[in-house]
């Protein structure tokens, strides 16, 4: 038996080729000049409560008073290749 390679659907050849030809030989370039390389990603969280059910005695809905609207939490990381962290935050979305 055989376990099957995983690969994105979507994935074009030639786009992958380019960025073989195109982006790795500036990432290693980059190397050489001693630049920072970083992986790096991005994540919303709003802050709402999380309940889905809670205890509360027969016949006595529970209620949880909360503050209404989008307010959210943006937060950046990027890591480095020698396993370095940056991280930031802000109450605003990333552009």
């Known amino acids: 038996m055989q ?11 030639q786009k992958v080729q380019q960025w ?3 982006t790795v030989p500036e990432l290693k370039k980059a190397e050489d000049e001693n630049r ?18 809670t205890w509360a005695p027969k016949g006595k809905t ?3 008073e909360e503050k209404a609207g989008k307010e959210h ?5 990027a890591m480095a290749p020698n396993g370095r962290l940056y991280v930031g935050g ?3 979305a990333y552009k």
């Open 3 to 13: 376990k099957p390679a995983k690969k994105a659907r979507q994935q074009s050849k």
């Open 73 to 77: 939490l943006s937060l950046i990381a």
């Open 36 to 53: 920072a390389i970083v992986y790096i990603d991005e994540s919303g969280f709003y802050l709402l409560p999380l309940v889905c059910r």
């Open 90 to 92: 802000q109450d605003k």
């Open 62 to 64: 529970p209620i949880i």
């Open 20 to 22: 073989r030809e195109e």
